[in-house]
């Protein structure tokens, strides 16, 4: 069974048909890019993977476990906006994401100064360490979405889920957000799910960039029918498939 | 280029001279309309001329009572605000409450939602006589008016205020591992506190008129029962030194409140 499993899943709101028939099977450690016009049920189906909704039918499963009836601690969420606590210090945006498992959300003491110590070296890693006292309000989009996705892999998510996390950057930090979170994903080797608008981003970060788009349009009545996953593509080696050679051969390998 | 008038924007100097303007021109037309009366008739007593204010200012703030020999201003001003105080904080921490639960749990704003918006159409001032008769003539029933008037509007505030919370972080807050209770204490509290101090100085103004209302009725201390007590002597001058007095206090305690919320709650942005 694969980590990710989903399985036959359909999701209307009221009787307008958002996505049907959605089927994935996702490894551990994939990055998957997923792609679409807008209103074809990309965000839908990135709520439904982060159980922020349940679907109207079907499962998904992660790693075999019983479908959530709620976001958890197993699924991570980075959003375009509104993506961290700006009532909360920089430094308090990464420690809230151990402190929020307590009964009343604060940890005391040792365990405070502990985690502090942790959150700066969590700020170092992700160039912020200089703004542990300031506010988000005072930091750059990228800056905010780099404290966003410290803070989501500080809580140790199975699935880190990203909702056009680069969508409101300029191109040149766009690119530096790239490179951190390939940096990111290579050394977690965490399974992530990344929604984007931008072609050219999800096939550089994605190992698959799945499509969703309506197979069946009628004309009379656009919302008839719900969208669906249309393509799948493998987009490790630049996009070009069939690069890596999967049997032992004993054809010479440059070295 | 003549620039179009939304544009225009007065400089230093000019602000200041804008703002202190229309104060400069109320007191003078007042003074005109008080010289216009008072030459009519030396003795009138509606509108006393400013100097006279003046010096009744100074006695009130300074003279004690001839017979207890208490200076009354002081104890009136005490007291009031004691009852003002007193109200606006049960008041204030009922809506707190009740908002962070309307707004973060479904099954009370089913329950609450509707009945807080038809409870809030209740005219205070028509059930002070029931107050009167239930809570006595004490200070009781002057912090109740203060609390049924102001609460409701609080507790729609409030709840409003949470449910505008973006999702995006009520949902984080949750993949973070946060129970409820959690999402209450850390991201919806912290979240609507300046909010809350926001809508204590709009209702500021109400819990004056219902403090005032209740004073002139029934009381033996208080600003309100002042300003009503003098008016059967028709003294202008008092009940005049008095409202400048409660506008003053009123001004002072708005702008330390929005002191208190720019120190407390800098993330929040600058507000009115």
Known sequence: ?255 | MQMRLINRRPGRPLTVFLALLPFVLALIGYTIASEIRLAANPADKLLPAPGTIIDTAVRLFTEGDRRSGRILLWHDTGVSLMRLAIGVSIAAIIGLVTGLLIGLLPHVRAALGIFVAVLSMIPPLAILPILFIVFGLGEVSKVVLIVIGITPFLIRDMSQRVIDIPTELIVKGQTLGASSMVIALRVALPQIMPRLIQAVRLSLGPAWLFLIAAEAIASDLGLGYRIFLVRRYLAMDVILTYVLWITALAFLIDWALRTLSRRLYPWAGEGL
């Open chain 1, 1 to 255: 069974m694969a980590f990710v499993d989903v399985e036959n899943i359909f999701q209307s709101y009221g009787p307008r048909p958002i996505i049907e028939r959605v089927n994935l099977a996702v490894a551990e450690g994939e990055f998957i890019s997923i792609v679409g016009a807008s209103g074809c049920g990309k965000s839908t189906f990135l709520r439904l993977l982060l159980a922020e909704e349940r679907p109207t039918r079907g499962t998904i499963r992660i790693d075999g476990a019983e479908p959530a009836l709620e976001p958890g601690r197993e699924r991570g969420i980075v959003f375009q906006r509104y993506s961290v606590f700006p009532h909360m210090t920089v430094r308090d945006n990464i420690v809230a994401a151990e402190a929020f498992q307590t009964r009343w959300g604060f940890l005391g003491g040792a365990g405070r100064r502990a985690a502090r110590d942790r959150a700066q070296e969590t700020l170092d890693r992700i160039g912020l360490g200089h703004m542990g006292a300031a506010y988000p309000a005072a930091l750059s989009g990228g800056m905010q979405q780099r404290l966003a996705i410290g803070q989501a892999l500080t809580a140790r998510p199975r699935v880190l889920l990203l909702d056009e996390p680069f969508g409101a950057l300029d191109p040149g930090t766009r690119i530096a957000m790239h490179d951190f979170l390939m940096e990111l994903q290579r050394e977690t080797r965490m399974t992530v799910f990344m929604v984007t608008h931008d072609l050219e981003e999800g096939f550089k970060l994605g190992d698959r960039v799945i499509v969703f788009d309506k197979p069946r349009w009628d004309p009379t009545d656009p919302n008839a029918y719900g969208a669906t996953i249309t393509y799948d593509f493998d987009a490790r080696n630049g996009g070009i498939p069939f690069q890596t050679i999967q049997e032992d051969t004993h054809v010479l390998q440059p070295v």
